[in-house]
């Protein structure tokens, strides 16, 4: 194989070491996601009701297959960008998202919106969200969680602030100028800025995924474009299928990720149940927001000095614990302190699923492994609020179907510990604090 490195005049050129320009660039693609999260999506129900003529439960069935069906493509996008690398396939995908948004202008029944949420959720949500991810891992190992706090970060940050934006458009110009303008936006923006500042692998420009230190000769080949002067480590996937850790965070991303979509899917109807006004139960977000933000950028920095698979008992258990007690938050002091751990919860999530793959299975093929991760992980977030709906259909309330599934990630935090323990894995993943990826089965 040839041995010349490829030549980049901005990597090159840069004051910083170039993972902190792939961050920031990973994190504005975060905040272009927007449109297919459901954050973004939201804020049209109500107009696609009105105008269309569709009930709410048809939209919000549409909205659940719709989440299902785009999460399908996510292991072939992930296996696209250990291919071809992040900027390649991010630029794609900015411009499919583009041109979905810029479509919704034109939809007119059920089929156009059925179709419409397939494209948002599948370009933006889920293989936009997962090509940032990856190019944030390929860039840091020994900051990894640093870096992928920050990106969770600055997703918050994109949206607190991106719908009110949103809801402004709605309201001077309609549902459709502002899917247009939206669309518009990620043409003349994002597509250029990615284009210019995405790169693949450090190891291509002859540099480490981490500053001040120099490349490791002995790591395995890359993949993708000039891959063969890029040296990057892992476990390939099929290795990486076979093992506890692969499905204890992946089950546990499901577990917390649908339960917590349940939870926000109905938030005023549980907390009105134990007797919460609306306008108290809307104080909820304060606190959840500025908890996800803090727990994000907080786990992230200790993923770089101690095991994921024991912050993931910790986040678990908190998770379970909250879900338990939450049947008796009655007062304004309990709903704030409900909305601080669940932000608490969610930020040491993301942060957590944001790195574990990459922590313990190497970068080589970790967008395919993300891949089939994520795909379990949307199609859980989908269940979420039909399981916990079982509660007010079936069992007289909320209460009855939380203490049921209250067990679940406590049993899985459990789980956590004893794989932390016992160092389950050990032969193929890294599962010492500090001890970064040494090589693996190839």
């Not at 995924?209 to 063969?228: F, H, K, Q, R, Y």
């Not at 944001?354 to 922590?359: D, E, T, V």
Request: glycine share 14%; aromatic share 12%; with cysteine.
């Amino acid at each position: 194989m040839a041995s010349s490195n490829v030549s980049s005049v901005l990597v090159e050129r840069s004051p910083v070491y170039y993972g902190w320009v792939v961050l920031t660039v990973a994190t504005l693609g975060m905040a272009a996601t927007l449109p297919g999260q459901t954050a973004g999506i939201s804020l049209f129900i109500d107009a696609f009701i009105e105008d269309l003529g569709l009930s709410r439960s048809v939209v919000s069935w549409l909205y659940t297959v719709a989440t299902v069906l785009g999460s399908l493509g996510l292991p072939l996008a992930g296996r696209l960008v250990d291919r071809y690398g992040p900027r390649r396939v991010a630029v794609v995908l900015i411009a499919l998202l583009a041109a979905s948004c810029a479509g919704m202008r034109w939809v007119s029944g059920w089929v156009g919106v059925f179709v419409g949420f397939v494209c948002l959720r599948g370009f933006g949500q889920g293989a936009l969200g997962l090509v940032n991810n990856h190019a944030v891992n390929l860039w840091f190992e020994r900051r990894r969680g640093l870096a992928v706090g920050v990106l969770g970060l600055g997703m918050a940050g994109a949206t607190a602030l991106f719908p009110p934006l949103m809801e402004r458009g709605l309201q001077a110009y309609g549902w459709q100028a502002t899917y247009l303008i939206m669309g518009g936006l990620l043409a003349v923006i994002m597509l250029p800025l990615g284009a210019l500042l995405y790169r693949d692998a450090p190891e291509r420009y002859g540099l480490s995924p981490d500053p001040g230190t120099a490349p490791n000769g002995n790591e395995a080949p890359s993949t993708g474009e000039g891959a063969e002067t890029a040296t990057m480590s892992g476990v390939r996937p099929e290795a990486a299928y076979r093992t506890w850790t692969f499905w204890l965070f992946t089950v546990a991303g499901v577990c917390t990720a649908g339960f917590g979509t349940g939870l926000l899917f109905h938030h005023f109807s549980i907390l009105e149940e134990v007797g919460v006004a609306r306008g108290v139960a809307a104080q909820f977000f304060v606190p959840l927001g500025v908890g996800t933000a803090m727990f994000n950028v907080g786990t992230g920095w200790l993923v770089d000095r101690y095991p994921p698979r024991l912050l993931l008992a910790l986040q678990l258990g908190l998770f379970g614990a909250m879900m338990g007690v939450l049947p008796a938050a009655n007062t304004t002091a309990e709903v704030w302190v409900y909305g601080g751990v669940f932000g608490g919860a969610q930020g040491m999530q993301q942060a957590l699923l944001g790195s574990a793959y990459a922590y313990y299975f190497g970068r080589a093929h970790h967008g395919t492994i993300r891949g089939l991760a994520n795909t379990v992980f949307i199609g859980g977030t989908a269940l979420g609020p039909a399981v916990l709906a079982l509660g007010p259909d079936f069992l007289s309330g909320f209460a009855p179907i939380l203490w049921i599934c209250t067990p679940i990630p406590l049993v899985l935090a459990l789980a956590a510990l004893a794989g932390w323990a016992m160092d389950w894995d050990a032969a193929v993943v890294t599962g010492s604090a500090g001890d970064r990826w040494n090589g693996g089965e190839n």
